[in-house]
């Protein structure tokens, strides 16, 4: 599986775009970025997830370079609901293992 | 439609106890896995079952054993509990196969004193 680099923190307001980085340059052809995201307390709750070309769901959007080397996650509107550690994941082919980062904790701010 | 549900939600045990786990997947899903969640650290992946069959197994020693049942709820079991096994674990489940996305369940809390 590719190893993720992502921002330790980030800050957003409420109402604002939040936009979440990482870098996955070890990814290969036919690995996945998948979006999670975990509030306090609770499981991982699943987001997004691509293989080359953006997706969009009710969640959030997912924006994927050409060469695949990273990917930023937009969550257009958020709310203080929002605040949680947030992991990007590249791979796994199979759907199995899944190998969590240390994420960023993005914090939005009345 | 029911999550992924697990139980109990907590549990507190000693060293050298055994504990089960246990975990029903979202209806339809065929693939159940189980992850480690140690306080400031991502899940840690521990098993993956499908079909009843292991088709993945992560760093941890034998005393983690796993199975899943013909209607694929699954249970894990640690024996001799070590204090470093306190910790948050959590099953996901997906349908199976290919870039399905795992989907999880709140977890449970164990506490070894």
């Known amino acids: 599986d590719a190893k993720t680099t992502q921002p330790p923190s980030m800050d957003c307001a409420e109402g604002r775009a939040a936009n979440l980085p990482c870098n996955h340059s070890t990814i290969s052809g036919n690995e996945y970025v998948y979006w999670y995201r975990q509030i306090h307390s609770q499981g991982p709750q699943y987001i997004i997830h691509g293989l080359k070309n953006n997706e969009t769901n009710e969640m959030a959007s997912l924006i994927i370079t050409e060469d695949r080397k990273s990917s930023t996650l937009i969550l257009p509107h958020a709310t203080l609901r929002d605040t949680a550690v947030y992991y990007c994941?590249?791979?796994?082919?199979?759907?199995?293992?899944?190998?969590f980062g240390e994420g960023t904790q993005l914090t939005v701010n009345p | 439609d029911a999550g992924v549900t697990q139980s109990p939600t907590h549990l507190i045990k000693t060293r050298g106890q055994h504990v089960t786990l246990r975990c029903s997947p979202i209806s339809g899903h065929k693939s159940v896995s189980w992850y480690q969640q140690v306080l400031g650290q991502g899940p840690q992946f521990i098993f993956q079952y499908y079909e009843k069959e292991e088709r993945g197994r992560g760093n941890f020693p034998d005393r983690f054993s796993a199975r899943q049942f013909p209607n694929y709820s699954s249970e894990l079991n640690v024996n001799a509990l070590l204090l470093g096994d306190s910790a948050l674990y959590l099953c996901?489940?997906?349908?199976?196969?290919?870039?399905?996305?795992?989907?999880f369940g709140d977890g449970t809390r164990l506490s070894i004193l």
């Open positions: 996901a489940s997906s349908l199976g196969g290919g870039n399905q996305p795992q989907h």
């Open positions: 994941i590249g791979g796994p082919t199979s759907g199995s293992r899944l190998t």
